[in-house]
């Protein structure tokens, strides 16, 4: 996408920011200091996958190429770090599919209920082949973005002010979703009030009570140190977050032959590294969110499932939604 067709997308800090570093941040994509911008905390599973990448590929360029890791959301939310990866502010981001969408329509696949049954399945589609990569590759290149690869992220479930045992629990009731259509018309087929918001909003809403309920992974609940506003968990598995990390494509470009061996070897490493330790947490993220004194809920899936199969058709019947459908049957297809 084009700086001028970014520029009134962008609060006037970036702006100024952006006039001040863009042009030249390409210029250093090679032998000077890059920049990721990342809205979870260090020990989010995310962060630690991304600091791997980070290391591995100062140690394989032999310090020739060094990102700096800005983590807990200093450089703002997912859907502003992409803005800023598009002006060429920073290099680097791990972005969430569901705000990554607002930009990339086509990333609402990930967010289609139910659409991944277990880790298992979720790692054969990302890791199986390259159906995936390829399409998103593609796709991502037209808006000035260069796609490293996919993270796993967690499943993801609904956190609020009280337990839910069924639908009757939630309907009526307001829940944040991320920034993605998808996510508003699923929450809507379960009978709740969908609400958009960014995530360094969360914490406050759920403190003064704007939200009854938030949907989010219960390991980014329990590092965001959630459990300190809300206790109570449900675990529903609606889907299991990807993250896409991307770079900027003008930032890419610049590297020379080597650097950019440097990031696809340094991203193998850390894909290797997120797909281990996404199991190994998975283990015991339930018990240490209970011992913070978090009811965690497990309602049966079938209902929730059945009230939202239509989202597909809803999805299906827009311009990204058309284009991505073989996306959507090649994951369905994955044993």
Excluded: C
């Excluded at 159906?131 to 993270?151: A, M, N, R």
């Amino acid at each position: 996408m084009a700086t001028s067709k970014l520029r009134h997308l962008l609060p006037a800090g970036l702006l100024l920011l952006a006039a001040a570093l863009g042009p030249d941040r390409v210029a250093q994509a090679q032998g000077k200091d890059l920049s990721m911008g990342n809205v979870n905390p260090p020990k989010h599973g995310t962060s630690q996958a991304a600091q791997q990448f980070i290391d591995k590929v100062a140690e394989l360029s032999g310090g020739k190429v060094k990102i700096t890791h800005h983590h807990s959301g200093a450089l703002g939310g997912e859907r502003e770090v992409v803005q800023q990866i598009q002006l060429g502010v920073i290099e680097f981001g791990p972005i969430t599919t569901a705000p990554l969408s607002t930009a990339i329509p086509e990333m609402s696949v990930f967010q289609l209920p139910y659409i991944f049954r277990d880790y298992a399945h979720l790692f054969k589609a990302l890791d199986g082949s390259d159906t995936l990569t390829k399409f998103y590759s593609d796709v991502l290149d037209k808006k000035g973005l260069k796609l490293i690869g996919f993270f796993a992220a967690g499943y993801r479930g609904i956190y609020g002010h009280n337990a839910i045992n069924g639908l009757a629990d939630i309907k009526g009731k307001k829940v944040r979703v991320q920034e993605d259509k998808i996510l508003v018309a699923t929450f809507k087929a379960l009978g709740m009030i969908s609400t958009p918001i960014a995530f360094p909003e969360v914490a406050t809403a759920l403190q003064t009570k704007v939200i009854d309920f938030a949907e989010g992974g219960i390991n980014t609940f329990y590092h965001n140190k959630f459990y300190d506003i809300v206790k109570y968990v449900a675990d529903v598995r609606h889907t299991h977050q990807a993250v896409a990390l991307v770079m900027s494509k003008a930032a890419w470009a610049k590297l020379d032959p080597a650097g950019q061996k440097a990031i696809v070897d340094a991203w193998v490493f850390s894909r290797d590294f997120n797909r281990k330790f996404i199991l190994e947490e998975d283990k015991g993220i339930q018990e240490q969110v209970k011992a913070k004194g978090v009811t965690i809920t497990k309602p049966d899936p079938a209902p929730f499932l059945k009230a939202t199969e239509g989202v597909y058709a809803e999805f299906y019947a827009t311009p990204a939604g058309k284009a991505a459908k073989p996306m959507v049957e090649y994951i369905q297809s994955v044993k």
